[in-house]
Structures are given as structure tokens and as C-alpha cells.
């Protein structure tokens, strides 16, 4: 494997189990995280390769643009899995 792909990997798990570990409620999360953010850290490579973004590169690895990609692909992920609140219940005053 490429020196690059091992690095992105590398750099998209540490952004998903960081996440994780701070807003993640439940184990099944953890997974959904890591997947959202390889495949934002991707998907914002491949889109600042393609508009030609030259910001912040770490050897042909366009940091700034991939984290960003990574960041919002976690964001969505935590939309779409973090639980609903609880209902809250209205309590009936005690009897006297």
C-alpha cells in the first residue's frame, strides 16, 4: 500500500474513534463513526484534488480539505445515530 493511503486511513481512524470517544452513547456507534469518517476523509480528498485545492498538503495528502470532509461526514453520521432525547413525563403533585 502507498505510503498516502496508509496515512489517510491512519488519520481518518484517529478522527472517528476521537469522535467517538466524544460523542459517542453507544458501542454500535463506534463503527458507523469510522466508516463516516473514511469515507468524508475521502470524499474531501478527492473533491480538493479535483477543484485543484493546494491548502495545507502533507505530501500529496491535501490535509485541510480531507479533515473537513472527514469532520462532516462524522457530523452527519452523528445526526442520523445519536438517540432521541427522552420524553419527559409531567409529574402529578402529590395528594394530601
Same mark, same amino acid.
Given at each position: 500500500?502507498?505510503? @498516502?493511503?496508509?496515512? @489517510? ?11 467517538? @470517544? %466524544?460523542?459517542g452513547?453507544?458501542? +454500535?456507534?463506534?463503527?458507523?463513526f +469510522? ?28 490535509? %485541510? ?6 469532520f ?11 438517540? %432521541?432525547?427522552?420524553p419527559?413525563? *409531567?409529574?402529578?403533585?402529590? *395528594? *394530601?
Open positions: 500500500m502507498s505510503p @498516502s493511503l496508509v496515512l @489517510s486511513i491512519v488519520l481518518a481512524s484517529i478522527y472517528g474513534l476521537l469522535f467517538h @470517544s %466524544l460523542a452513547r453507544r458501542l +454500535w456507534q463506534l463503527p458507523c +469510522w466508516l463516516s469518517a473514511v469515507i468524508g476523509f475521502t470524499g474531501g480528498e478527492i473533491l480538493a484534488v479535483l477543484a485543484g485545492a493546494e491548502l495545507f498538503r502533507v505530501g500529496s495528502i491535501p490535509l %485541510l480539505a480531507a479533515s473537513a470532509g472527514a462532516f461526514g462524522l457530523l452527519v453520521c452523528w445526526f442520523f445515530t445519536s438517540p %432521541l432525547p427522552e419527559r413525563t *409531567r409529574r402529578r403533585p402529590a *395528594r *394530601r
